[in-house]
């Protein structure tokens, strides 16, 4: 993309006077994104895939762009999933890097970015009340750059929305922007306008840029972007793109890296983790060859998320029943019990096919233990279909899930389809679907008792700083009482007592551990 080309995406709009807020009020602002965003399309997104991929190794902050954050302070908010997380750090390690110091404070900070999650509709309304709460800030504090990015800024609807309502804002960027953020960001400041930059480019991989860590013990490594999975509910595909595998020497190497620092828990990160080195043209390499060679650094622990249950193959199995540095939890996202919803969600396996999936790795695995994803209240779905959906559950015997009620996403196949089940059902079934998470979370955590666990010391528990607490491999809670000097280790922990949630020991000493 040459420079001519990146100025016709960035399009900037003066709100100084009244008439041009009212003139932009009427305006369609549709217009600017016809090279730059386009409505969720399914037919158009399956034809990315053909695009190559491209790794870029020459990010950069412009000298002159280095002190722009002088004196000046910067708090990104984060929604959502690891992955945005993990892209809040991205921001703050270019915004460090520009001069800008951290606050946890709206009051202090310079530049406010609001790194949002669009996976359901209450997801959104959370940050355009975000977006409102700021408002008097801004009029209090003109200098003040506010900035919305994320999954949200790839929706043409939401883009269109805030330049219409909310002229407060001064920056909206996309997924594929980030390391365009200083940029971005000089001209936000300078030239007083709205900046919006939303790339629908989506193919290429920024190696380089600089990351500030939010912990020291456990760390996030993207080892791919984007998802081609197409469910029909999800707007993943359409916010962040066609699936493209990082290189496996830079995740070694940043492995490597973190291992180096004193990092002891590793997640690798992608929304469809299991399709990794798929897009390799030249390899056969997949998330199974991955996780052999990472497995021999030397960190404690190493995990990944999250798993589509179809690309789930033999030889990952057979790694990962190696054990060692790669902890038993898998985290297997069903989304429901019933094969007919599984069929109009186009997740592309039988109920059959996961049961049988989640078995061999139990079995190959020792003590594996499984959580997973699930959505009520997809259209059309019956009463008996939700019943499966609680059989499923019992039958796997999760450690625990993640309950969502469906949200029709604009765009999606799904949105299409009529979204029937009414509101009050769909509130029974989670209720309910959430009574059987919970007693299975309860009688999993009673089997842990008077059992064995490594426990990485995560620091004082939240409730009672006289009580550290920390997690096991598989991430389970535990609280107990310890000297401060052992945060940061693995230690061993007896488990006294099991609660829904969590579960509270007292460390021993050379002891034989059951993971
Ligand atoms: N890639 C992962 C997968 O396939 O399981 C996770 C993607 S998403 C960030 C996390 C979860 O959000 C999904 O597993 C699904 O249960 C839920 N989800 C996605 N779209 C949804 C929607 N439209 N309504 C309700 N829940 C949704
Ligand atoms: Fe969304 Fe996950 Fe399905 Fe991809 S695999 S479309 S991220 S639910």
């Given amino acids: 993309m040459n420079e001519q080309q990146k100025k016709q995406m960035t399009i900037n ?12 009020k009427n305006k369609d602002f549709g217009q600017y994104f016809q090279t730059t965003y386009t409505q969720p399309s399914l037919k158009d997104a399956k034809r990315r895939g053909k695009e190559d991929v491209q790794v870029h190794y020459d990010f950069d902050i412009p000298e002159e762009m280095r002190g722009l954050g002088n004196g000046k302070k910067f708090l990104v908010r984060t929604y959502g999933c690891q992955m945005n997380e993990h892209d809040s750090e991205n921001m703050a390690g270019i915004l460090l890097d520009m001069g800008f110091e951290p606050t946890s404070s709206t009051e202090d900070a310079d530049v406010i970015l609001l790194n949002t999650c669009a996976i359901r509709e209450n997801a959104e309304n959370k940050v355009f009340g975000e977006i409102g709460h700021l408002k008097p800030l801004k009029i209090e504090k003109p200098g003040l750059v506010i900035g919305v990015c994320g999954c949200m800024s790839q929706e043409e609807s939401v883009v269109n929305r805030i330049l219409k309502k909310h002229q407060h804002v001064d920056l909206i960027f996309g997924t594929h922007n980030i390391h365009r953020l200083p940029h971005l960001l000089k001209d936000a400041i300078f030239n007083k306008e709205m900046v919006v930059e939303v790339w629908s480019k989506e193919g290429d991989i920024i190696e380089n840029m600089p990351r500030a860590r939010r912990g020291q013990l456990q760390g996030w490594v993207n080892i791919m972007y984007g998802c081609d999975k197409f469910c029909t509910y999800c707007i993943v595909p359409y916010t962040r793109g066609k699936e493209r595998s990082r290189l496996p020497e830079d995740i070694i190497a940043e492995v490597r890296d973190l ?9 690798l990160l992608g929304q469809n983790v299991n399709a990794y080195g798929k897009d390799f043209a030249d390899v056969n390499y997949g998330l199974g060859d991955l996780m052999n060679e990472i497995r021999k650094i030397d960190i404690p622990r190493i995990r990944f998320t999250t798993s589509h249950p179809r690309d789930f193959d033999d030889h990952l199995i057979e790694v990962l029943a190696q054990g060692g540095n790669l902890v038993e939890h898998i985290h297997l996202p069903v989304q429901s019990g019933n094969t007919e919803i599984l069929k109009l969600m186009a997740r592309k396996y039988t109920r059959e096919q996961y049961v049988e999936l989640a078995n061999k790795i139990k079995e190959k695995v020792p003590n594996a233990t499984l959580t997973t994803d699930i959505i009520v209240g997809f259209p059309n779905e019956t009463e008996e279909q939700f019943q499966d959906t609680l059989s499923l559950m019992k039958e796997i015997e999760y450690d625990s899930a993640y309950s969502y009620i469906y949200s029709p996403r604009e765009g999606t196949p799904a949105a299409k389809m009529e979204d029937n089940v009414p509101l009050e059902v769909k509130r029974d079934r989670l209720q309910r679907l959430n009574d059987v ?15 064995i666990v490594e426990v990485l010391v995560e620091g004082e528990s ?3 700083p006289d009580i550290l607490s920390g997690r096991t491999r598989t991430n389970k809670l535990v609280n107990f009482a310890g000297d401060r000097s052992i945060i940061g280790e693995i230690v061993h922990v007896k488990i006294i007592e099991a609660k829904t949630w969590s579960l509270n020991g007292q460390v021993v000493e050379n002891a034989e551990v059951k993971a």
């Fill in 462 to 464: 939240k409730k009672n």
């Fill in 259 to 267: 291992a180096r620092l004193g990092y002891k828990d590793i997640t």
């Fill in 437 to 451: 998470i919970n007693e299975l979370s309860a009688m999993k955590n009673k089997q842990l008792e008077g059992t």
């Fill in 13 to 24: 709009i003066e709100p100084s006077s009244a008439d041009k807020k009212s003139e932009q």
